[in-house]
């Protein structure tokens, strides 16, 4: 899961693509209104990792699902959500199994 701050108008997100072609799309698709954004955006690839920077306005609490593609196929699917809180360590099952 990729997060982003809505208090911020500049993004970036760091990936591992499938492969790494020249050049590719960036849509997002809204999970509450349905809606498919193309976004213009830049990138960068060192040892490997791809950065994606991108400008963008959120709202609070904002989820997508991000799709990067070119005419080949599919380079990365992920999900975005947009949160002003820190990243914290999530577990699911925190408390919730105690073993004796």
């Known amino acids: 899961m990729i997060v982003v701050n809505p208090e911020n108008e500049n993004h970036s997100f760091d990936i591992i693509p499938r492969y790494y072609p020249e050049s590719f799309s960036f849509d997002l698709y809204n999970e509450v209104t349905k809606i498919t954004e193309t976004i213009t955006h830049t990138f960068t690839v060192a040892d490997g990792i791809m950065q994606i920077n991108f400008e963008m306005e959120f709202s609070e609490q904002q989820k997508f699902q ?3 593609y070119d ?3 599919v380079v990365f699917r992920g999900k975005l959500i947009s949160t002003s809180q820190t990243p914290q360590d999530y577990k699911q099952t925190n408390n919730l199994y105690v073993y004796e």
Do not use: F, Q, S
């Open 66 to 68: 991000i799709k990067l």
């Open 71 to 73: 005419e080949e196929g």
